[in-house]
């Protein structure tokens, strides 16, 4: 790596940390990932397969995923054990069964991923099975998406009790919030040149061996319908995922009910991710015309992997120092700030959201009767991890979706309006790309008279959506809204629409 590229670096990534280090690390970690990507382009990232996966969209696993199908083993009991009595601190009245434990996806290296499955109020049996991933790459299923964003508990400030989502995912569906891959959470290899060789290929396939072992041992799964949705980063972990299924059930029959997929303010393609990153916060006023009159004439975002010379990176650091006071993951939202005595408190009101909410998630993650509760195993429990280097990350999704939509599986994108990282201005160049037709044109769709967002639906039944007053993370801003479009999206129906009176 040349002085340049390096000097380039740190510029880049100090502001990105300094300001988000408290509030918001799943989305630093991608700022950040970007980042060593973008500077790592010119020597290692020309992957001659835009998908990564070396000879096509989809993984060929070859050796048996089964690891937990040893004869005599009892999937019965392993079920049981995995049953959480109840989480401290809990509110009273829970009315769903909550499970928590490991599942090896490689018995030879000892590596096993940790799994929260809460199953729906009433009839679960009714429900189908959702399986959400948070992006990072590196960030905890857990601690994002299942204590703040659509799990059905939130940690109080009090780190040591639970309140209620009344918007949680688990009302219409069985979802199973996974910590991926080895390494991130609770989830651990034994081997731990594992993490060296971690990338998009291995985190594949590992939560494929995941989902194959889980429904042994939750047999009245199998044939249940399956759904996969995730945020940010797992816009590629998503997309490859089901690639991987669907190549699988079409070799050896259908082993996983895949009937379709579900990603939020997704990372689909790196240029057309900087691109749209840049114009959105000119667009909203937050940097200047000559900043962006800089990065549009020296930025060349039609190249998906060195999209840029040195005038174009400077140009991207001037306006990073120009949104550097913003959470560039909600332009609107209020920050945490921490005082010298390091009490943290909210700048300002947005109700519903606690910029500093991550405090009370870690505290209570690493208490040790919540790590005995979850069956988890007792250890410094972190938010995110750092892969140093992020294997075979590929430049852009959009052949994979291809593939998926060209398949038939249903594919929805979503796009919280207010995130800048992953924002609406990007998923759209990206959807562009995908150079489908229209077949139902862009409407508004309401949740009680008001507009909850806009909605487009494509040939091959590809749909895109925005949930309006929302950031990177949809859910947490904006819960009843989120939870109408997961409920259309897995009836297969456009989100509803009412003209105001
Ligand atoms: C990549 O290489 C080009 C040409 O050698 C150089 O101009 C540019 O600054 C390099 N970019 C980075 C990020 O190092
Ligand atoms: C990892 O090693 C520990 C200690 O030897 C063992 O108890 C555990 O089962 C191993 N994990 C896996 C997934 O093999
Ligand atoms: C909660 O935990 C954080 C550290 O994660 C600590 O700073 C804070 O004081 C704790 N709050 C209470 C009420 O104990
Ligand atoms: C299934 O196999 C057929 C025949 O080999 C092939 O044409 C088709 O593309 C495959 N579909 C998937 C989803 O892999
Ligand atoms: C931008 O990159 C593309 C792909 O590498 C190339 O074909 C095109 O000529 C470039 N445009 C400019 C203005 O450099
Ligand atoms: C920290 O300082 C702020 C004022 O800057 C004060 O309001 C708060 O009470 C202090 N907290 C502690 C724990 O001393
Ligand atoms: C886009 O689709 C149209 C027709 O559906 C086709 O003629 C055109 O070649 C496609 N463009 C690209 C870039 O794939």
């Not at 990072?136 to 400030?157: D, H, I, T, Y």
């Not at 044109?441 to 008001?450: A, D, F, I, M, N």
Request: proline letters at 6%; aromatic letters at 12%; hydrophobic letters at 35%.
């Amino acid at each position: 790596m040349g002085t340049i590229t390096a000097g380039f670096h740190l510029l880049f990534l100090i502001p990105t940390i300094a300001l988000h280090a408290h509030a918001s690390s799943q989305e630093a970690h991608l700022t950040k990932f970007l980042s060593s990507k973008r500077s790592k382009s010119n020597i290692s990232n020309k992957i001659g397969d835009p998908t990564g996966f070396h000879g096509g969209p989809f993984l060929r696993i070859t050796s048996s995923p089964r690891t937990d199908g040893y004869p005599g083993s009892n999937h019965i009991a392993l079920k049981a054990a995995d049953k959480i009595s109840a989480l401290p601190g809990q509110p009273e009245g829970v009315d769903f069964d909550q499970y928590g434990g490991y599942v090896t996806v490689d018995g030879h290296n000892g590596r096993a991923l940790f799994y929260y499955f809460v199953e729906s109020p009433g009839n679960p049996a009714a429900k189908p099975l959702l399986l959400w991933l948070n992006g990072g790459p590196g960030c905890s299923s857990l601690g994002f998406g299942a204590m703040r964003e659509l799990g059905p508990f939130r940690v109080n400030r009090d780190n040591q009790t639970l309140t209620r989502n009344n918007h949680a995912w688990n009302n219409v569906a069985n979802v199973i919030f996974l910590e991926s891959p080895a390494g991130v959470g609770f989830s651990y290899s034994n081997t731990s040149s594992d993490y060296d060789r971690m990338g998009d290929p291995l985190t594949a396939q590992d939560t494929y061996a995941f989902l194959v072992n889980w429904l042994d041992r939750f047999p009245e799964y199998k044939a249940r319908a399956l759904y996969i949705a995730g945020e940010s980063y797992a816009g590629h972990y998503v997309p490859q995922l089901a690639a991987t299924i669907l190549a699988h059930n079409n070799d050896t029959g259908v082993i996983l009910n895949l009937k379709g997929i579900l990603v939020g303010n997704p990372l689909l393609d790196d240029a057309k991710e900087e691109r749209g990153h840049h114009e959105y916060l000119w667009n909203h006023g937050v940097i200047s015309d000559e900043v962006w009159a800089e990065i549009a004439g020296h930025c060349n975002f039609s190249d998906d992997s060195a999209y840029g010379d040195d005038r174009c990176y400077k140009a991207i650091t001037k306006s990073q120092y120009e949104s550097e006071d913003l959470d560039i993951y909600n332009i609107y939202a209020p920050t945490c700030i921490t005082d010298n005595n390091g009490s943290y408190y909210s700048s300002s009101q947005l109700p519903g959201y606690d910029p500093c909410g991550e405090a009370p998630t870690m505290a209570y993650l690493n208490l040790p009767a919540v790590q005995r509760a979850f069956h988890a195993r007792e250890t410094k429990w972190s938010d995110c991890k750092i892969f140093v280097d992020f294997k075979d990350s590929p430049d852009t999704m959009v052949p994979t979706l291809k593939w998926l939509i060209g398949h038939g599986l249903p594919v929805w994108l979503f796009s919280g309006d207010l995130d800048s990282r992953c924002p609406i201005t990007s998923t759209r160049h990206a959807i562009r790309d995908l150079n489908l037709s229209v077949t139902e044109p862009w409407r508004p769709w309401t949740v009680s008279h008001e507009v909850g967002g806009y909605v487009q639906q494509y040939k091959g039944g590809f749909t895109f959506a925005t949930v309006r007053g929302a950031g990177h993370t949809v859910p947490t801003f904006q819960p009843e809204r989120a939870l109408i479009l997961l409920q259309s999206f897995l009836k297969g129906i456009l989100p509803p629409y009412e003209k105001a009176k």
